[in-house]
């Protein structure tokens, strides 16, 4: 069945007057030789009645090209469309949404015989529209009647697309092509991608706006369709973010410069402002305010600096206008492309992602130092979503202790780390945002959802819960494992944890005298005349310190095996501190005696490292105890059955 | 009673009864409601389900938290203590039965790998 095309839709476009939904051919699409920047592609399409070169794929389509899904041929809806007017005073309409109704095999052949379109005699060639077109947007009288004609559009647009919006459940054809733009998308959040059809307010409010103040307040366009080639434009969004001024200083000069994010129903963008601006517009911007903004230059994004998704970024100059407005209810808070637990496993780690979830518990904060010997907050909250799975968030600094973890909350993050740490985790950036309740429909369906089922669901964490096991993941060998697997023999240490029983420890040589300095632990020499030499400090003193040096021999139900502990183990594994240790072997020998028979034969969990140590031409494998721990026999059970029933698979 | 003391006594839990009805068995289990005559107590396993104890002479203490019961088993699935062992709650690590009926069904079902026979090696 040969589709209908919409004819004359090419000159209703070109001229700029409304068209529903216009269903186009696309006789050829050709990439743009642009000079920076994602790539752009100029489409000609077709009517039956005329075909127009004057076509160009919004950059949040591109993947449209790039997946060869703009085949020559091809029958396609244009769903969204915004005609823009160039300051040679060319029409262009880019194409914001289009959804590829039949494939070019299904079309067969050209519909129609379509001529090409042209006003002013001017036959549209690629390379004329593109010099045309990557000219910067720069104001001049011709683009004057242009904006408000290309607002008018707009509007027009969305209202038609809002009228139509019965029509829109039929035409839901070849599900793998249905073009809903990611990035950016003009929906919230994207499984809503009918939200339009509800009549959400989302919507329906720009027009609103537009329509009930005709003139005095400017018209605006969505965030996803500025881009560099459209010139005099205002948008209205709200700041998400906003950041400190910061100064520089290289040898170009210095300044300043501040940065923030905005964002409306059709997407984000990041904002910069620079010296002469700062002072602008500085206080003028307050976060979660909504702003008219117009008369910015966009550039391509460095995604060095945000990692929001837009291809373009914004700089104000001299000439932009910031203009606060009332904050509308069409303007969402924020932006967020959630991606669910589960499929967090197929993320790549250190990829920024946002995820929302409900907060299903929370361990307390606990204080780091780095190796900068700075003192951090650390937090780990856990998060579970619908799809049952659980994933621990690490949150940083004011944020881990202002986090208020009472009645679950549903807690949304944006632009945090994922990491593999523990298999999948999440670490919470400085740049990152984190909403707790945010007002979002996600966050009301994750509400829902917990509330009624949720809670009772035995989720299942990405991360290994680190509660239960001591410390951080714990490396659980027979101590048989050793020499069977040849621990230690590559160029790192290893480590290791195992439980074992104290089968002999060397009573003799267990202690020798430390210099008693500090951090000192190298022996002294005994001068003989009551003054001990330590090397290492170079200086003599008249005392030293105890210090225990164990040599043990640990076993378990397979092997045995020597191991080294020092001052800190060997006092947990004898119950004593050295210096009583030693006071004791000079003053009474059967107590010293005693504290030996006392530990011999107890059952310790012991967290080892295992390393090759080379000592005059002999390699040996060493292993020193870490630390000593006492048997937690729930856990070890646990973990025993657990293994049985590996084994019994 | 010395003799129960010299045969092994498997540990069972409530669904095993039946299957050692007239041997000596080791139930472990908490303790639930004490008969006014001091001779007779329910005990709970980890499962859940529960058990009945009988005593040759009337109990000369508070019993409860969980016990250790080594008896015979009678036709009834009742069983005849012989002795028992409080393990104190206030004591120790707290005992977690659960783990303990975990542990229970591991045993009985690999026997291969825990033999009661008192030294039956080939």
Redo the contacts between chains.
Sequence with gaps: MTVELTRGAVEALFKGSQVNNPVLQLLNIRQMSNTSGPPRYRLIMSDGQHLLSSFLLATQLNHLAEDNLLVPQCVCMLRRATTNTLSDGRHVVVVVEMEILKSAEEAGGKIGNPTPYSTDGKLSSPHKVSSATSEPASASAAEVSGPSSTNNNNKDWRKGFMGKAPMKTSPMMVSPMKTSPMKGSPMMVSPMKTSPMKGSPMKTSPMKTTASLPGSIPKSIPIATLNPYTSKWTIKARVTKKSNIRNWSNSKGDGKLFSFEIVDESGEIRITAFNNEVDRFFSLVEQGKVYYISKGTLKVANKQYTTLKNDYEMTLHAHSSIVPCEDSPGIPTVQCDFVPIEELENRDKDAIIDVIGVCKSAEDVSRITTKASREVSKRAINLIDTTGKVVTVTLWGEEAEKFDDSGQPVVAIKGARLSDFGGRSISVLFSSTIMVNPDIPEAFRLRAWYDQEGYTVDSQSLTETMSRSIGSKMNWKLLSDVKNENMGHGAKAEYFSCVATVLYMRKENCLYQACPSGDCNKKVIDQQNGFYRCEKCNREFPNFRYRLLLSANLADFGDNQWVTCFQETAEVLLGRKAEELGQLRETDEAEFDEVFQKANFTTHIFKNRVKLETYNDESRVKVTVMEVLPVD??EY??RL?SN?QKL?R | MAGILDVPKPRINCSMLSQFINRAVCFVGRVEKVHPTGKMFTVMDGEGNTATVELNEPLEEELSGIVEVIGMVSNKGEIMASTYNMLREDKGVPFDLELYNEALKVIHDFPQHYPFQVAASG
């Design positions: 026999h729930r059970s646990r059955l049985i019994a």
